[in-house]
C-alpha cells in the first residue's frame, strides 16, 4: 500500500511581470487503489500540480510539503521521483528524436528496477501490452513520439504506465485529443493496471466522458489554485450539468 500525500502545497513560477503564484494552498491524500479526479477550469491549477509533483523546474515550490510513504518527494530529483514510484501522462508526450520505443521502454524499466528485465521475456510483455492497446508492434522500432498521432502518442503514455507499474500515476488530461475508440482503449489499459498492482491514481480532466470508463472514488474541484470542493462521482455528474460558474462566480 501506498500513500501521496500533499499539505498546503503552495507553487509559483517566473513570469515577465514577476513570481506569480499558481497553487495556493492544496491538500490531498491519494492511496493505492484510489482514483482521484481533478476537474476545474483553464488555469485552475490542474496541471500545475501534476508538473510540480513530477519536479518540472519551471514550477517553484514556495511552501507545503510532498510525502510518499513517509518519503520527501520535494527533496528528490525527478527521476528518484519515478523510481520511487511517481508515474506522469503527460497532457502533451514530447518528441524523442534518435531513441527507440523499444529502447527507452528498456531502459526505463531497467532504471526502476535496478537490473535489465529478461530479453526474451521482456519483448513478450512488451508485444502482449501494445497488443492489448491496439497499439502497432511496428511503432516499437520508431522513435519516441516523432510523427505520432495525439492518439498514438497516448497509449505510449499508457504503455509506459502497464509496463512500469507506479505506484500513483498522474494522468493530466489523457483524454484530451482522443477519439471514442481510443478513449476507451487508452481507459481500459489504466483500468487493467489498477486492477493488477492496487495503483492509486490522480486524473486530471476538464470531462466527464473519461469518468465512464474510469471511475473515480473522489472527485476535487480546483478554482483558483485551491480545492474548492470535493466529493464523490456525483460531483462529476453535477459538473457536467451546472459547469463552473458557480464557482467562478463565487
Known sequence: MSTLEIKDLHVSVDTPEGEKAILKGVDLVIRSGETHAI???????????????????????????????????????????????????????????????????RTAKTAIAGEAPPLRAWIKEVGSAMDLLRFDRDFQERSVNEG?????????????????????????????????????IVSEGVNRVKAATGLGVMLITH??????????????????????????????????????DRFISA
Request: hydrophobic share 40%.
Open 39 to 105: 476537474m476545474g477550469p483553464n488555469g485552475s491549477g490542474k496541471s500545475t500540480l501534476a508538473y510540480s509533483l513530477a519536479g518540472h523546474p519551471k514550477y517553484v515550490v514556495t511552501g507545503g510539503t510532498v510525502t510518499l510513504d513517509g518519503a520527501d518527494v520535494l527533496a528528490m530529483t525527478v527521476d528518484e521521483r519515478a523510481r520511487a514510484g511517481l508515474f506522469l501522462a503527460m497532457q502533451y508526450p514530447v518528441e524523442v528524436p534518435g531513441v527507440t520505443v523499444a529502447n527507452f521502454l
Open 207 to 244: 470531462y466527464t466522458r473519461i469518468l465512464n470508463y474510469i471511475h473515480p472514488d473522489f472527485v476535487h474541484v480546483f478554482v483558483g489554485g485551491r480545492v474548492a470542493e470535493q466529493g464523490g462521482p456525483e460531483l462529476a455528474e453535477r459538473l457536467e450539468a451546472e459547469g463552473y
Open 148 to 184: 505520432f498521432s495525439g492518439g498514438e502518442k497516448k497509449r505510449h503514455e499508457i504503455l509506459q504506465l502497464e509496463l512500469l507499474r507506479p505506484a500513483i500515476a498522474i494522468l493530466d488530461e489523457t483524454d484530451s485529443g482522443l477519439d471514442v475508440d481510443a478513449l476507451r
